[in-house]
């Protein structure tokens, strides 16, 4: 005999079915929801993070910085961070730079590119030993990378160690022999070590590739005044000579006040080149001229400038200029941003003397300063410019904190 279940029982079991399959529905249909949202999300990250790069390229920088802060919003990732970095290091924001390839080195430690923009920022805020520790982590991961060896470069002249400093040009140079940047500063270093017999040769060369002729005009004014022998070149002799010389020295210390955690190091030229942050914002290399004429002027004594830092800005002839002053001991180092009336902005590096209370420092692009700080804390002195323009300074100094 067949049994039969009752309706109710089949009714149910049809209901529940009905029921089992519209959960499966719903599931599926939130999943796929879920994931046209994310899907979206992504994509307007991208767009925002493409827009964002196109702008920085164009020199847009605070609608750059606007899209891709939206772009991090949205989830973009490093990518976001390193661009906005760039960004707020070209308007001069070094702090909020600082922090973005901070954030980059984070998600990502093993992208060479990062530590050497962030020590470049270092390398800007005068802070030696972070961006020593810096450009070495990027060698470390990338031996090859060119603009680390340029970074690390440039922070040896700043310690003075002009035999490192040029082992690491030397670096560059054999991979672009024709590098004006790298040619410039190997003759920086060499006149400064006391051997304008490889300045010489280094700047010749230069010469001869670089068609500017404000460049040229720079140049050629430092060949002129280099000596024909030095009392250094006359003991090692040539720059081979003196580098073996110097082979056995200590590596150098950090800056007091500056954190110095390891070897040294570089820069990522592919993706600096994308941002186009390092060839006109971190160009590397500043003469320091130390005169023998310094006379005594009032300024601050031995023990109120060691290691004190300042700000300071002003406007002239349409021009608006920002500048940091650091000074540790007899030296002074600093950096002068231009916001000329069209819009460009010049940075220019410049490193010097301190002694008697008076300071003389320039770049090597040609731009001089020859000055004092006062009593009160004002910088009084003459600025001229690559043309020979000459400008009276004088602007309060504000003590930075650090």
Known sequence: ??????????????????????QVSWSLRDEAVEKSRQDRVAERADA???????????????????????AVRKGAGDEAYRLRGVAYGRRGALPEALADFSRCINANRSDPSAYVLRGD??????????????????????????DAYR????????????????????????DEPNDLETLTNLGLACKMAGLPNAARDFWKKALNLETDNKWRQAV?????????????????????????????????????????QGSHLNR????????????SDQQAGLKAKVGSDSQAVTGLNSGARSRTTWKTGGSAMGMKWNAQLKMSGNRVSGVVRILNPS????????????????????????????????DDSRLVGTLTANDGTTFSVEVPLEAEAR
């Open 1 to 22: 005999m067949r049994y039969i279940l009752p309706r109710t029982l089949i009714f149910a079991v049809a209901v529940f079915g009905v029921f089992l399959s519209g």
């Open 48 to 70: 925002y993070l493409n827009e964002g790069k196109r702008e920085l390229e164009r020199g847009n920088l605070l609608r750059a910085i606007r899209l891709l802060s939206e």
């Open 121 to 146: 920022i270092h390398n800007a805020r005068m802070d030696v030993g972070e961006a020593l520790s810096d450009y070495d982590a990027a060698i470390k991961l990338d031996p090859l990378y060119m």
């Open 151 to 174: 970074g690390r470069g440039t922070a040896y002249l700043a310690l003075q160690r002009y035999d490192l400093s040029i082992r690491d040009l030397q670096v560059v140079l054999q």
């Open 220 to 260: 050629q004014k430092m060949v002129n005044d280099l000596p024909e022998y030095s009392s250094l070149e006359k003991r090692v002799g040539d720059l081979q000579g003196y580098l073996s010389r110097m082979a056995d020295l200590p590596p150098p210390e950090a800056p007091a006040g500056a954190k110095h």
């Open 268 to 279: 990522s030229r592919d993706r600096a080149r994308d941002s186009g942050f390092r060839q």
């Open 343 to 374: 819009g460009n902005e010049e940075t220019h590096y410049c490193y010097g003397s301190f002694e008697n209370g008076l300071i003389k420092a320039s770049d090597p692009s040609g731009f001089r300063f020859t000055g004092r700080v006062t």
